[in-house]
């Protein structure tokens, strides 16, 4: 592994954690959708383009720039063409965000078919009350050309819909990204799941959505908040394999 400091090892253990976590939660998609983490120097970490999710571990994450090139790659499989558009779109327009999710779940890609999107159903969804972006299908994302549209897209929002495609998010860090793909994915969830009774479905109003994602911003910001709720995440893993 690469890692010459402390703190490029540590991220490097939260971003293979995410991958694994994501496929335990049956969230990935073969070797496809991608996470990637920022490192100084205008260089981001991706998965190599060749392992399944519960395969990446900290030492075979691949380090590419700005411009695509691949600086380390312990596995020789080089990135996803996909990944590089769409996280260096992201990381080089947001230097706020550190950690960019991307992933092809079934609930994900059924809601971001649907007209009406994300509806304020549920107290997940409504952390995205104003808050969630939505971004058009322009086929697979190997148009480098496309990653204007996606940062203009996302704004300064940390969580997208991308249309017929699947859902995004952004972090602070690894684990507050992970745990916002996991509200979105659960949103989607919960919202096809009433939508398949047939009834009639209760909106929460616009005044008790902004209240509710309030909430979720003070939490997310807080002294403990996603931290140690990223902390019990990472101690899932363990259990089973305390390899990272």
Known sequence: MNAT????RDLRQNLAAAYRLIALDG?????????????PGERFLLNAYGLRFAEVRADNLVTVDADGKVLDDPTGL???????????????????????????????VAISCLE???LPLNQWALQFHDRLAYHDFEGIALELDERERLAEDLGDHAAMILRQHGLLTCGRSVGEAFLRMRNLERSCQTQLAAQATGQPLRLASPTMAE???????AWATGPAGSDRAWQAELRRLSGADDSL
């Open 5 to 8: 400091t402390s703190e490029e």
């Open 27 to 39: 969230m990935d998609d073969g070797i496809d959708t991608h996470i990637s983490a920022r490192l």
């Open 78 to 108: 080089g990135i996803n063409p996909a990944g590089f558009t769409i996280h260096s779109a992201l990381h080089a327009a947001r230097p706020d965000v550190n950690c960019v999710m991307h992933c092809h779940t079934v609930a994900g």
């Open 116 to 118: 009406e999107g994300l």
């Open 211 to 217: 209240h509710v994602a309030q909430q979720f911003d």
